[in-house]
């Protein structure tokens, strides 16, 4: 077919320009996040566990040896639209993150469940959700949850490193759930 011609619609070749594509906004998706999860069970009182994880100082605490705290910048104890600044050594890594509590919610408001959410936005991680969850257990101890939704740093080549991501995740929220039951097993004995 000739330009003009037939049923096939003809382009000129453009030199040295692109054509802009536009996307229909609704034909995009953001990309969905990946999940991680650890549980453990603490004997020690809900309340007293829920109110210790209020404490931005006691990150400190619970982080293993090879995550170093440099700097905290908080209240003494979070609330809904709290800021948390933290500055941390991670393997020899210096890292920056910040994060707002986003949700807050007490045993008082939902008997047998708490939890706080922490939303970073700034990390090393383009998303990153933090869930604590505290469950009261018939026996009077704490089922102790911490669910992250994020995405892998590095796009396509972060997704690429999600096993070592959730290795480092398993070694991470273990070590700071046997840490987190030190600190309690201290103050009972």
């Avoid at 096993?163 to 046997?178: V, W």
Wanted: aromatic letters at 10%; hydrophobic letters at 40%.
């Amino acid at each position: 077919f000739r330009s003009g011609q037939g049923k096939w619609p003809t382009q000129k070749r453009r030199l040295g320009r692109k054509r802009k594509i536009e996307q229909d906004r609704l034909m995009v998706t953001p990309p969905l996040p990946f999940v991680f999860e650890h549980a453990s069970n603490l004997k020690a009182d809900p309340n007293q566990v829920f109110a210790f994880h209020l404490e931005p100082k006691n990150i400190s605490l619970v982080s293993p040896s090879w995550i170093r705290v440099l700097s905290l910048e908080s209240p003494e104890r979070v609330a809904v639209g709290s800021k948390i600044r933290l500055r941390v050594l991670s393997m020899g890594i210096p890292q920056s993150w910040e994060v707002t509590i986003q949700e807050v919610e007490s045993f008082s408001g939902n008997p047998g469940r708490a939890h706080i959410l922490d939303v970073a936005q700034k990390s090393p991680f383009p998303l990153w959700r933090h869930r604590h969850e505290f469950w009261a257990a018939p026996d009077g101890s704490t089922g102790l949850v911490d669910r992250i939704e994020f995405l892998p740093p590095g796009g396509f080549l972060g997704k690429l490193a999600l096993p070592i991501i959730y290795c480092f995740f398993g070694i991470l929220f273990r070590a700071r759930h046997e840490a987190t039951k030190k600190v309690f097993a201290s103050r009972q004995g």
